[in-house]
C-alpha cells in the first residue's frame, strides 16, 4: 500500500469516526400498492456541526434490495423525487439528497444508500423534537414509507426516549395548525 492509499483510509476512518449518531429506526418502503412488494430499511441519523451553533444533519436509508437491479431502480426512482423542482418551494435552500454512487461490487448490490441533509442555523433547529415532529414526517409526505419507533442513541448526559409513530406525529402536527 502506497502512502497516498494509506493517507486516504486514515481520512475516512476520521470522517466516519467523527460522526455523531443521535438515533435510528427501521421502516417499510412501498414500492407500490402492493404489500407484498414492500421492503425493510433502517434510517440512521446523525448530527454534524459546522460551528457550535449551525451545522445539518444526515438522514441515511438503507434499503435491502438483495441485488436486484429492478427493486434497486424502484428504490431510486422513489428518492429521486427529492430532486422534483416543486420541492424547492418546501425546503430550505441549504435541503440537500445526494443521488448514491453506482454500486461497485457484488457486496454493495444488496444494499442501497440514499442520504438526505436537511441544514440547521440553531442546535434548537436540530434538536430531537423538530426530528419527530418536522424532518420524519416531511420525509414521510415525500417517501411512501412508515417508520418504526425512533430509538434515540443513548449519551451520558440524555436518557433514551421513544416518539411516537409517524403518522401519529403528522396527525398531531396538522391538529394543532387547526
Not at 28 to 52: A, C, M, Q
Not at 80 to 87: C, G, P, V, Y
Not at 116 to 131: A, I, M, P
Not at 137 to 151: A, G, I
Request: proline share 4%; hydrophobic share 40%.
Amino acid at each position: 500500500m502506497n502512502k497516498s492509499t494509506a493517507g486516504i483510509e486514515a481520512q475516512l476512518e476520521e470522517l466516519r469516526g467523527a460522526e455523531n449518531f443521535i438515533g435510528f429506526c427501521a421502516f417499510d418502503l412501498f414500492l407500490d400498492d402492493d404489500e407484498s412488494k414492500r421492503k425493510d430499511g433502517v434510517l440512521k441519523i446523525s448530527r454534524h456541526n459546522l460551528t457550535p451553533e449551525t451545522g445539518f444533519l444526515k438522514f441515511t436509508f438503507i434499503v435491502d434490495v438483495y441485488g436486484d437491479k429492478l427493486i434497486r431502480k424502484q428504490v431510486l426512482d422513489l428518492f429521486a423525487r427529492f430532486h422534483d423542482s416543486e420541492l424547492k418551494s418546501d425546503t430550505d435552500p441549504d435541503f440537500m439528497y445526494i443521488k448514491p454512487p453506482e454500486p461497485a461490487s457484488q457486496k454493495d448490490r444488496a444494499w442501497f444508500i440514499g442520504e438526505v441533509f436537511f441544514h440547521f442555523d440553531s442546535v434548537k433547529g436540530s434538536s430531537k423534537e423538530n426530528v419527530v415532529r418536522f424532518f420524519l414526517p416531511f420525509l414521510t409526505l415525500r417517501l411512501p414509507l412508515e417508520f418504526s419507533d425512533l430509538q434515540w442513541w443513548e449519551t451520558e448526559d440524555e436518557v433514551c426516549e421513544h416518539k411516537k409513530s409517524a403518522i401519529q406525529a403528522i396527525t398531531e402536527f396538522i391538529k394543532s395548525k387547526f
